[in-house]
């Protein structure tokens, strides 16, 4: 006799996909639209302001950006709630995810020149091969490196580099104002990223002097 509980678990895996693909395909693109409309609207406002002073000043022009800022937000409210409807993901396909995430913060974030902050990634893992708890830990190390960098290191470049397979490594690198390594070992965010490393067996190692640059070293055991 079926279980009535597999009947209710699955209706409800059905309205999660539905809630999820409406969010992929009905609010999400016209969100990417706006904001490219807006940004290509304050590149013409800058352009055209540096010659014709007449045209609309700094004040409409910070409106339009401050419009992209939050169109951006929403962007990124909407890709939280799509992962958080949609079925469970793991290896990469939520190491995608969680990279687009932090990507979109990256877009809302200008460097001291006025330029979206730069967010480099090389290399390749075999993701799926990789137990579900330890592929889950390191992606969420990893993008919390980088949102510390974001909001910490006044850096204008952020470079992830995924080593070789068998050498079960990431750096998170950013060309920042740097800090004393000692300085954070009882900082509440630090020793929590070292919990979860710790709990895959793997190892936490940050490098880092005043002046930059700062290196978070990530490795996991086999």
């Avoid at 010659?51 to 910070?62: A, C, F, N, R, Y």
């Avoid at 990789?130 to 889950?136: A, K, R, Y």
Wanted: hydrophobic share 40%; aromatic share 4%.
């Amino acid at each position: 006799m079926a279980d009535p509980m597999d009947d209710v678990e699955e209706s409800l895996r059905l309205q999660r996909t539905e809630i999820a693909g409406q969010i992929h395909d009905q609010i999400i693109p016209p969100l990417f639209a706006a904001r490219m409309q807006l940004e290509a609207l304050a590149g013409k406002l800058r352009a055209s302001g540096e010659s014709d002073h007449s045209l609309p000043g700094p004040v409409v022009l910070s409106s339009v950006d401050r419009a992209a800022e939050f169109v951006v937000q929403s962007m990124m409210a909407a890709r939280e709630l799509l992962s958080d409807v949609s079925p469970p993901t793991t290896g990469e396909r939520y190491w995608q995810q969680q990279i687009e995430l932090v990507s979109d913060l990256l877009s809302t974030r200008l460097d001291k020149n006025g330029q979206p902050i730069k967010l480099d990634v090389s290399g390749d893992f075999p993701w799926d091969t990789m137990p579900t708890e330890t592929s889950i830990v390191v992606t969420n190390i990893v993008t919390e490196a980088i949102r510390n960098a974001i909001r910490h290191s006044h850096a204008d470049r952020i470079s992830v580099a995924i080593d070789s397979p068998q050498s079960r490594q990431i750096h998170v690198t950013d060309n920042g104002r740097g800090f004393d390594p000692a300085s954070i070992k009882s900082n509440h965010g630090m020793m929590l990223m070292t919990a979860r490393a710790k709990s895959i067996g793997g190892q936490l190692k940050i490098d880092s002097k005043f002046g930059g640059p700062t290196r978070l070293t990530i490795a996991w055991p086999k």
